[in-house]
């Protein structure tokens, strides 16, 4: 069976951060797609296909919370996790509050993206099968050790599964 992987926008200006955790989340689950301004996020969304957006939320020229509403216009079905610097979880929080996933801390390590990222893809694939919580639980409970990779793994066969039957 074909490999499929999770398609990822990542977007921030930070272009180091940027490589070299785009990097290691396209060697694990991820078919990172990594962009360093919110223009260019709309932009590729429009051509490839998105399952969840990484966003920073202080950029140059659009900002993340910018971005954020014109994806979620063009694109209501993608997820969106916030990255946010000290000093500015009030807007990291708001955004939440106009449609973003959640939001994460910087500086992150890989352990807490994976996390919020396998929550984030559980909701979309929840919502693009119409599975329900009680039947996601069900689905992820043959999982054997509950890692945020083992868990994504899965969710990426229930997803495939969906569309293929
Ligand atoms: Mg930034």
């Known amino acids: ?3 499929k992987k999770i398609n990822l926008l990542f977007v921030d200006d930070e272009e180091q951060f940027l ?8 060697a694990r689950e991820f078919h990172v797609l990594a962009v360093n301004r ?10 490839s296909p ?8 202080k950029m140059p020229g659009m900002n993340g919370e910018q971005t954020l509403k014109a994806l979620k216009q063009e694109h209501p079905w993608m997820e969106v996790v916030i990255l946010t610097g000290h000093g500015s979880i009030d807007s990291a929080v708001e955004c939440t ?12 390590d890989l352990e807490q993206l994976l996390e919020v990222l396998k929550e984030a ?34 969710l990426k066969e229930i997803d495939e599964g969906a569309n293929n039957s």
């Open 121 to 154: 893809y559980k909701k979309r694939v929840m919502s693009r099968n119409q599975i329900e919580g009680g039947r996601m639980d069900e689905l992820l409970q043959s999982v054997k050790f509950k890692s945020p990779r083992e868990i994504l793994q899965r």
């Open 1 to 3: 069976m074909k490999k």
């Open 97 to 108: 509050q106009g449609g973003a996933h959640s939001y994460l801390q910087k500086p992150c």
């Open 50 to 57: 998105v399952d969840i957006a990484l966003i920073d939320l």
């Open 19 to 26: 490589t070299s955790m785009g990097k290691r989340l396209e």
């Open 38 to 47: 919110g223009e260019k996020a709309v932009e590729t969304a429009r051509t």
